[in-house]
């Protein structure tokens, strides 16, 4: 099994795809919304239709990910068959922490593969990185974290 959302800059599976950046955030979106099952398991009512609604999300970026990866004749990365969540998930606040967790690891992906874009895909990795920055800020506020808003999202 793999870490569930590698820290921005990990080197993924080396060799495995040229896709740059966008391979890398392939990665970290399958790893997302793997990780969206064991926090929606623990939510009740709001906080579960905001978890569903956020793993939509990763799946259709993850989707765009493979058509345009696919357009390019660049061999995707496939997902794991399984991750390792860097905690246990057993109740409501652990859930929370760990949707936070993903969203800035997501948002730290999408900021690290910025320079490795060209200019044509930085519009998608901004859009991507600005989406996981306000789910991160919307966990931060369900669980009470102050601040609620970091001042350079995906930054490390």
Not at 33 to 50: I, N, S
Not at 63 to 90: K, N, Q, S
Not at 125 to 133: E, K, P, S, Y
Request: charged share 25%.
């Amino acid at each position: 099994m793999t870490g569930l959302v590698p820290w921005a800059g990990q080197v993924f599976r080396e060799g495995e795809s040229d896709g740059g950046g966008l391979a890398d955030a392939l990665v970290a979106e399958h790893a997302a919304v793997f990780a969206y099952g064991p926090v929606g398991a623990w939510l009740a009512e709001d906080d579960a239709e905001t978890a569903r609604d956020a793993e939509e999300a990763h799946r259709a970026r993850r989707d765009l990910l493979l058509l345009t990866l696919a357009e390019r004749d660049v061999p995707a990365p496939t997902p794991e068959p399984g991750y390792e969540l860097p905690f246990p998930v057993t109740d409501e606040d652990s859930a929370r922490e760990l949707a936070l967790l993903v969203e800035e690891r997501v948002a730290g992906v999408w900021r690290a593969a910025l320079p490795q874009l060209a200019p044509a895909d930085r519009e998608l990795a901004v859009t991507a990185l600005i989406d996981a920055a306000v789910r991160a800020t919307g966990w931060r506020q369900s669980a009470g974290v102050t601040p609620a808003v970091v001042p350079f999202p995906g930054a490390p």
